[in-house]
T-cell receptor
Framework: EAGVAQSPRYKIIEKRQSVAFWCNPISGHATLYWYQQILGQGPKLLIQFQNNGVVDDSQLPKDRFSAERLKGVDSTLKIQPAKLEDSAVYLC????????????FGPGTRLTVL | KNQVEQSPQSLIILEGKNCTLQCNYTVSPFSNLRWYKQDTGRGPVSLTIMTFSENTKSNGRYTATLDADTKQSSLHITASQLSDSASYICVVSAQAAGNKLTFGGGTRVLVKP
C-alpha cells in the first residue's frame, strides 16, 4: 500500500514570495490533515479536511495561508506572502476518518524562508 | 486547555542500554494515546496505541505504559540500537468531533555506539 506522498521535499524561498505544497493521501482515506512542525517541537494542526469539506481550520493563519481539497483526494497548501517565521516542516497526514483511527504521515516538506 | 508535556527534551544513551521517556497529559475527554517515532527528515510513524482500559502495550523492544488515573504514560526502550535515534512524540486523542490530536513536543533520543 502506497503511503502519503508529498512534494516538493525541500523548498527555499525569500520572504514575501509565495509557495505551494502538494499532498496525495492514502487511497480511500477520507480525512486529510496539514500540520506545521517547527524544529524541536511537535506538529501543530493547520487544517483538517473530511472529504472536500473543512472540519477544523482554527489555527490556520488565513491572511497568508490557504488550502484546498477540491475533489476530496489530493490537496494543496499555499503560503502567500511567506514570512521568516514560516520556516518549518509541513506535514500532510491522512486517515480513514473513523473515531480513534491512526493518522499516517507523509515525509513532509521542509520550507526555509530567507 | 488540552496539553501534552514530555520529558526529558533530549537524552543520550549508549547502544545496548535501556531508557524511559515520560508523557503527562491533560486532554479530556480521553480517547487514546499513541507514541510516534519520527526519524530525521521523515514523518512520524505510530509505535503503539493505548485506550483507557489498557495499561501496557509492547511493540518489539518498545513498551508503553498508561496510567489513566494520573494521566501519565511512559515509553521504555530496551536494549537500544543505533536505529532508535529519533524523536519520540506522545500524542493524545480527545473524544470529540474530528478526533482532534494534541501533540507533545517530543523527546529527542540519540543512541551512541
Amino acid at each position: 500500500e502506497a503511503g502519503v506522498a508529498q512534494s516538493p521535499r525541500y523548498k527555499i524561498i525569500e520572504k514575501r514570495q509565495s509557495v505551494a505544497f502538494w499532498c496525495n493521501p492514502i487511497s480511500g482515506h477520507a480525512t486529510l490533515y496539514w500540520y506545521q512542525q517547527i524544529l524541536g517541537q511537535g506538529p501543530k494542526l493547520l487544517i483538517q479536511f473530511q472529504n472536500n469539506g473543512v472540519v477544523d481550520d482554527s489555527q490556520l493563519p488565513k491572511d497568508r495561508f490557504s488550502a484546498e481539497r477540491l475533489k476530496g483526494v489530493d490537496s494543496t497548501l499555499k503560503i502567500q506572502p511567506a514570512k521568516l517565521e514560516d520556516s518549518a516542516v509541513y506535514l500532510c497526514a491522512s486517515s480513514l476518518g473513523v473515531p480513534g483511527d491512526e493518522q499516517f504521515f507523509g515525509p513532509g516538506t521542509r520550507l526555509t524562508v530567507l | 486547555k488540552n496539553q501534552v508535556e514530555q520529558s526529558p527534551q533530549s537524552l543520550i544513551i549508549l547502544e545496548g542500554k535501556n531508557c524511559t521517556l515520560q508523557c503527562n497529559y491533560t486532554v479530556s475527554p480521553f480517547s487514546n494515546l499513541r507514541w510516534y517515532k519520527q526519524d530525521t527528515g521523515r514523518g512520524p510513524v505510530s509505535l503503539t496505541i493505548m485506550t483507557f482500559s489498557e495499561n501496557t502495550k509492547s511493540n518489539g523492544r518498545y513498551t508503553a505504559t498508561l496510567d489513566a488515573d494520573t494521566k501519565q504514560s511512559s515509553l521504555h526502550i530496551t536494549a537500544s540500537q543505533l536505529s532508535d535515534s529519533a524523536s519520540y512524540i506522545c500524542v493524545v486523542s480527545a473524544q470529540a468531533a474530528g478526533n482532534k490530536l494534541t501533540f507533545g513536543g517530543g523527546t529527542r533520543v540519540l543512541v551512541k555506539p
